[in-house]
Each structure stands twice: as structure tokens, then as C-alpha cells.
T-cell receptor, first 114, second 117 residues
Framework: AQSVAQPEDQVNVAEGNPLTVKCTYSVSGNPYLFWYVQYPNRGLQFLLKYITGDNLVKGSYGFEAEFNKSQTSFHLKKPSALVSDSALYFCAVRDSNQGGKLIFGQGTELSVKP | KAGVTQTPRYLIKTRGQQVTLSCSPISGHRSVSWYQQTPGQGLQFLFEYFSETQRNKGNFPGRFSGRQFSNSRSEMNVSTLELGDSALYLC????????????????FGPGTRLTVL
């Protein structure tokens, strides 16, 4: 069965420091991986995706993610965190055999303090 | 382009009632998916529609149903509401799959907050 795990419920970083939000996945076919961010009382905003190609994917707002097939991971990173990055982050996977269905991790609350 | 719109934004219903939620996708997008978000269960896939046909379905009871119209707008219906149906219901649209078989990202609406009393 397909699954996504975000091992940390919360990540705290200081403004200006690098941040990492972790994600591991399990799928039966080719993994299509996504990161989304959710601000309070809002829907999800797309950040970036990995379909194929380079393992380092660059996305919106300075975020990037590194795909590691051997470790089945897709960690979200940013070199320098901003207070405005504080939000709920979701990793999601779409199995190549599952059409449009996205399977989400449980979410990681990112808190960036000044 | 305008984003995904969902109406209404907030709903309060009582147990046993039914409810219909509406979603208008981004212009040109033919795939519409629905998700339920709750604090306990997180984000769970309900169903996906493409060109008026249900293409995928999650593990929800038959009380949850949906449909898609020829203009790609979609509705979902929940009958015989239960307290546990209180949630944020999110709709997402995406462009059709490319000929190369890659998948496009989904764009989400702001959601409909359903409260069942």
C-alpha cells in the first residue's frame, strides 16, 4: 500500500537558519512526489514536485527538495528561513497507477522564530 | 487565471441532513479531486472526476458522492450527516495528464468548512 510519513509533527527554527522538513514514502510504482503548504484557514498551496530527472528540485518561495530513491525520501529544504514560512507543510505522493489520487503525510508544523 | 473556487465557504448542518458542496476548477482543467481534512485523520482522498467520469475513489461510505458537469464544475454530496463528517472539504483541479504520462500538480481551493451539530 502506498504511504507517506512525515516523522516530525513540529519543526522549530530561527529566522535566517536553514530548515529541513522530512518526508519518506512507500509506493508500488514510480513515485510522483509533491510538497504543499497550508496557512491557517486556507487551502493548500503547491510548492514543488518531483516526477523524474534531477534529484534536487527547486520550487516556489526559495524552497527545494531532494529526492533520494535508495532512502525513499523527499525532504523539503530552504537555506534561510523566514518568519513568514511558518505554516503547515504536507508531503504527498501519487502512484503512477492511481490516477489523480494524492496520499498525504500527516503534516509538519513549521515555526520560524525571529 | 482565476483559482479554484469553492462554495459555500462555511456550512452548519445538523445530524441526518444532507449537504451539497460546489467546486469550480481553474479554467481548462478537466480533473477535479475532493479531499476531507480533519485534525484526527489528516487529508484523505474522497474521489476524482475527469471528463464527467469518476476516475478514482477513496475509502469513504456511500453517503459521500460526487459528480462533474460538462463544464468541469463539480459537486459533492453527503447524505445523512454524522458528527464525524465535520471537516474541511477541499477541492483540487489539475490539467489533464500529458501525453508523456507525467502528472500535473493539483491546485487547491480554499475549502468548505462543514460543521455538523
Amino acid at each position: 500500500a502506498q504511504s507517506v510519513a512525515q516523522p516530525e509533527d513540529q519543526v522549530n527554527v530561527a529566522e535566517g537558519n536553514p530548515l529541513t522538513v522530512k518526508c519518506t514514502y512507500s509506493v508500488s510504482g514510480n513515485p510522483y512526489l509533491f510538497w504543499y503548504v497550508q496557512y491557517p484557514n486556507r487551502g493548500l498551496q503547491f510548492l514543488l514536485k518531483y516526477i523524474t530527472g534531477d534529484n534536487l528540485v527547486k520550487g516556489s518561495y526559495g524552497f527545494e527538495a531532494e529526492f533520494n530513491k535508495s532512502q525513499t525520501s523527499f525532504h523539503l529544504k530552504k537555506p534561510s528561513a523566514l518568519v513568514s514560512d511558518s505554516a503547515l507543510y504536507f508531503c504527498a505522493v501519487r502512484d503512477s497507477n492511481q490516477g489523480g489520487k494524492l496520499i498525504f503525510g500527516q503534516g509538519t508544523e513549521l515555526s520560524v522564530k525571529p | 487565471k482565476a483559482g479554484v473556487t469553492q462554495t459555500p465557504r462555511y456550512l452548519i448542518k445538523t445530524r441526518g441532513q444532507q449537504v451539497t458542496l460546489s467546486c469550480s476548477p481553474i479554467s481548462g482543467h478537466r480533473s477535479v479531486s475532493w479531499y476531507q481534512q480533519t485534525p484526527g485523520q489528516g487529508l484523505q482522498f474522497l474521489f476524482e472526476y475527469f471528463s464527467e467520469t469518476q476516475r478514482n475513489k477513496g475509502n469513504f461510505p456511500g453517503r459521500f458522492s460526487g459528480r462533474q458537469f460538462s463544464n468541469s464544475r463539480s459537486e459533492m454530496n453527503v447524505s445523512t450527516l454524522e458528527l464525524g463528517d465535520s471537516a474541511l472539504y477541499l477541492c483540487a483541479s489539475s490539467a489533464s495528464m500529458t501525453s508523456g504520462g507525467t502528472y500535473n500538480e493539483q491546485f487547491f481551493g480554499p475549502g468548505t468548512r462543514l460543521t455538523v451539530l
